[in-house]
């Protein structure tokens, strides 16, 4: 059995070897690893998101794969992860304040008009942040953001990821640098994904040692 390093570390040449065996199951591939990511934010630390869909562009620029078909697959899985991500935040949300009657009702509410406020920019702007992009959507169903609202931006950010991070692979996937060093252009990725993380948790920590 393939260990899941050694598939990461070889995405697109795994991808490549499936999509030319078997290229319905690429699709289905890709569906379930965006779908898992979005919809259960403990699985996003393990799936490769943003790694799918720069190989997902490469395979498609090398016509393993239709680049037509592939976007719509993975803005689907996105969206139905979201949505699934969503359900559960309002599902599992009452049930962890009655589970558990320390925790302070007061995060509840600010979560609550956070999510009134400022839901739509939280809902672009997360998409673009792994980890972060499954959380985000399970917090809203958890303040109650508007359903409406919230799947008119869920539409609208994983459309605007997937077609941004297929499009850039698929005119630059053909480039003999980029697919010698596919794992480090992921890991660029992931870096510059993580980096507004990083400087906010730095402009934290420096307040809390002013204070």
């Not at 030319?20 to 996003?44: G, Q």
């Not at 869920?154 to 480039?175: D, E, K, M, Q, R």
């Amino acid at each position: 059995m393939t260990a899941l390093p050694d598939i990461l570390l070889h995405l697109d040449e795994w991808l490549q070897q499936i999509a030319t065996l078997h290229p319905f199951t690429a699709y289905v591939i890709f569906f379930v690893i965006v779908f898992s990511e979005s919809a259960f934010f403990p699985t996003a630390i393990f799936l490769p998101g943003d790694g799918l869909l720069f190989a997902a562009g490469v395979l498609a620029a090398d016509g393993a794969v239709h680049i037509g078909v592939s976007l719509i697959v993975l803005i689907t899985a996105g969206v139905a992860g979201n949505w699934i991500a969503y359900k559960l935040g309002r599902w599992l949300g009452p049930a962890i304040f009655d589970r558990f009657p320390r925790l302070n009702r007061n995060h509840y509410q600010q979560a609550h008009l956070f999510y009134q406020r400022y839901g739509n920019k939280a809902l672009i702007f997360s998409r673009f942040l792994p980890v972060v992009r499954a959380l985000v959507p399970f917090v809203a169903g958890i303040a109650l953001m508007n359903h409406r609202e919230f799947m008119k931006y869920n539409a609208i950010s994983v459309t605007i990821w997937v077609f941004l991070i297929v499009w850039v692979a698929f005119y630059l996937g053909h480039l003999p640098y980029i697919k010698q060093h596919f794992i480090w252009v992921i890991f660029g990725m992931a870096g510059i994904s993580f980096l507004p993380l990083l400087i906010v948790g730095v402009r934290n920590v420096m307040q809390q040692r002013k204070k």
